[in-house]
């Protein structure tokens, strides 16, 4: 993890633009975090552009003096609003009972939104208390329920979507618990 001072005037200002956002370790954003256990996922930083999320630059980096905690606080509000721009639909079996979510969006936000801090209570009637979250592309994301059935079985769906997106995220299974995102496996081809 990388970590920047930030002066006390910096602390004042919003920046509705920063993000974080889960992003494919191979993509190597100059400002990361782990997520624990993953091993091809990271939270990345950077910020919206209108029409893309844009990884920063070092140069930018050390510009601003950003500090990771400082990013993480003042990202929260911009991951509710994309979460809130982000299309929910309800896969469900041949009984009506919820198979999982799925999460999308035209503009490339749901790797953003899949941070929001509601994510949990959202989906916690529906889904139950622990999800199981995969985000393969940065326009959709996977969310079961943890006591839900075998999810391997879905794994050419999440395969698909990762492999017909221009911004694939990862593959990386990852329990919601409370809001924090632990990596737990890995769908295979």
């Given at each position: 993890m990388l970590l920047w001072l930030l002066s006390a005037s910096r602390l004042e200002a919003a920046h509705p633009e920063w993000r974080i956002w889960l992003e494919a370790k191979f993509m190597a954003p100059a400002l990361s975090a782990p997520v624990e256990n993953a091993?091809?996922?990271?939270?990345?930083?950077?910020?919206?552009?209108?029409?893309?999320?844009?990884a920063f630059t070092r140069k930018e980096i050390e510009a601003s003096r950003m500090q990771w905690q400082t990013l993480e606080s003042e990202t929260r509000i911009a991951a509710a609003n994309d979460f809130q721009k982000v299309q929910v639909t309800y896969k469900r079996d041949q009984r009506k009972v919820i198979e999982y979510a799925e999460l999308q969006s035209k503009e490339p936000l749901v790797a953003s939104a899949i941070l929001a801090p509601e994510l949990s209570t959202t989906f916690a009637d529906s889904l139950g208390?622990?999800?199981?979250?995969?985000?393969?592309?940065?326009?959709?994301?996977?969310?079961?329920?943890?006591?839900?059935?075998?999810?391997?079985?879905?794994?050419?769906?999440?395969?698909?979507?990762?492999?017909?997106?221009?911004?694939?995220?990862?593959?990386?299974?990852?329990e919601c618990r409370n809001g924090v995102l632990r990596a737990v496996g890995l769908f295979e081809p």
């Open positions: 091993q091809r996922t990271v939270l990345a930083g950077g910020r919206w552009d209108g029409t893309n999320l844009v208390e622990v999800l199981l979250v995969v985000v393969p592309n940065r326009n959709h994301a996977f969310i079961f329920p943890q006591l839900g059935p075998d999810v391997s079985r879905y794994s050419a769906l999440v395969w698909n979507a990762y492999r017909e997106s221009a911004y694939p995220v990862s593959v990386e299974l990852f």
